[in-house]
């Protein structure tokens, strides 16, 4: 049997693979690679380019291989784009994932892993946040995923398609090996920005708003290693193979860093000088999100193995000075 990774050679998901193939698991990858790269997909996984619209093509996917679970992760995730452009954001992800849950529950394949997302709680009621917590998205990108999770609740009450969310907090690092690691164009995302200033593939790094309710006035937000999200995934299908129960799970690491401690702390890394440029703030921003992730730790049984901010970067580095164009010079 065979685990489905839609979006496998993206981000989290081409770590989520290399990290199922080291346990053992047979993959099949689904990826259209606008985003993705091919590089990121281990040799000898199957691999099929598509997209989640395309019945006839994951029908094909369900018919060639037996697949016992699928890992969704295919999505736009970028706040600022959702907000520009939010039909968009609505047809690949409600759309997208709509069709490949009918298509899943037309081929008899009954657990699904979800890749959502802290935006789902938009500003947060408390801190650090819990699932239980009201989830009320500031933008289209949460509320894509959002509807998604809503459709898996309700896919579960009428055709038994067991389900588990995981939302996740700042996803951040690289294999520790230095095999695959993160490259999105154009980076929006504060770690590889600041690694790309660090090697002098820009000038500086806007620290976008100084007027924050916290100690030093920046953003602060939850990194986890993106190695720690891949085991999540990981035990949340053992989760739903052994309990048959859906649920939904934050996955962050509890404690959070602020811009400038996130710009200090990869100072520290890298040895390198850093320019840091006082800028307006990013609309849609929420001052501090960190999560609670108690709940997976106790049913999932996940304990993160790198919750340390320096050894994030430290893996975030090693693939970006070995890789300062990304997957594009390989
Ligand atoms: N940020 C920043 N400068 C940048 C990119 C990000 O100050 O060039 C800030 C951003 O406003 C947020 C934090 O860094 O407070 C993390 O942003 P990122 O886009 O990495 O993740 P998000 O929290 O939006 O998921």
């Known amino acids: 049997m065979a685990i489905l990774v839609t979006g496998g050679a993206?981000?989290?998901?081409?770590?989520?693979?290399?990290?199922?193939?080291?346990?053992?698991?047979?993959?099949?990858?689904?990826?259209?690679?606008?985003?993705?790269?091919?590089e990121a997909v281990m040799e000898g996984v199957s691999f099929y380019k598509g997209d989640l619209h395309d019945s006839d093509l994951l029908d094909r996917v369900f018919s060639e291989n037996k697949?016992?679970?699928?890992?969704?992760?295919?999505?736009?995730?970028?706040?600022?784009?959702?907000?520009?452009?939010?039909?968009?954001?609505?047809?690949?992800?409600?759309?997208?994932?709509?069709?490949l849950v009918?298509?899943?529950?037309?081929?008899?394949?009954?657990?699904?892993?979800?890749?959502?997302?802290?935006?789902?709680?938009?500003?947060?009621?408390?801190?650090?946040?819990?699932?239980?917590?009201r989830t009320v998205p500031g933008n289209p990108y949460g509320e894509t995923k959002l509807a998604i999770e809503k459709l898996l609740f309700w896919a579960d009450q009428a055709y038994g398609l067991k389900s588990v969310a995981l939302r996740y907090f700042n996803a951040a690092g690289a294999d520790s090996e230095g095999r695959i690691g993160e490259d999105h164009t154009p980076e929006s995302h504060l770690i590889p920005i600041v690694l790309e200033a660090a090697l002098g593939k820009r000038p500086y790094v806007?620290?976008?708003?100084?007027?924050?309710?916290?100690?030093?006035?920046?953003?602060?937000?939850?990194?986890?290693?993106?190695?720690?999200?891949?085991?999540?995934?990981?035990?949340?299908?053992?989760?739903?193979?052994?309990?048959?129960?859906?649920?939904?799970?934050?996955?962050?690491?509890?404690?959070?860093?602020s811009v400038k401690e996130v710009i200090e702390t990869c100072r520290e890394v890298t040895g390198r000088e850093i320019q840091s440029v006082s800028s307006p703030r990013r609309a849609g921003d929420p001052a501090v999100l960190i999560a609670s992730s108690q709940k997976a730790k106790d049913e999932l049984g996940w304990i993160p193995q790198y919750p340390d901010l320096r050894e994030i970067v430290k893996h975030a580095w090693n693939w970006h000075v070995n890789h300062p164009d990304g997957y594009s010079a390989q």
Request: proline content about 2%; overall charge negative.
């Open 206 to 257: 806007s620290i976008f708003g100084e007027d924050y309710k916290t100690e030093d006035g920046t953003c602060i937000r939850d990194y986890i290693h993106v190695m720690d999200l891949a085991d999540a995934h990981y035990l949340a299908l053992e989760k739903l193979k052994r309990t048959e129960e859906s649920g939904v799970y934050n996955l962050g690491n509890g404690t959070g860093f």
């Open 67 to 99: 697949i016992e679970a699928v890992i969704h992760f295919a999505a736009n995730s970028l706040v600022g784009e959702s907000v520009e452009h939010p039909i968009s954001y609505y047809q690949n992800n409600v759309a997208g994932s709509l069709n």
């Open 10 to 38: 993206g981000y989290i998901g081409s770590h989520t693979v290399l990290h199922l193939l080291n346990k053992g698991e047979k993959v099949v990858v689904f990826d259209n690679l606008q985003k993705g790269h091919r």
């Open 102 to 133: 009918d298509r899943m529950v037309k081929n008899g394949v009954k657990n699904i892993v979800f890749s959502s997302t802290a935006a789902v709680y938009g500003e947060p009621e408390t801190v650090p946040i819990s699932e239980s917590d």
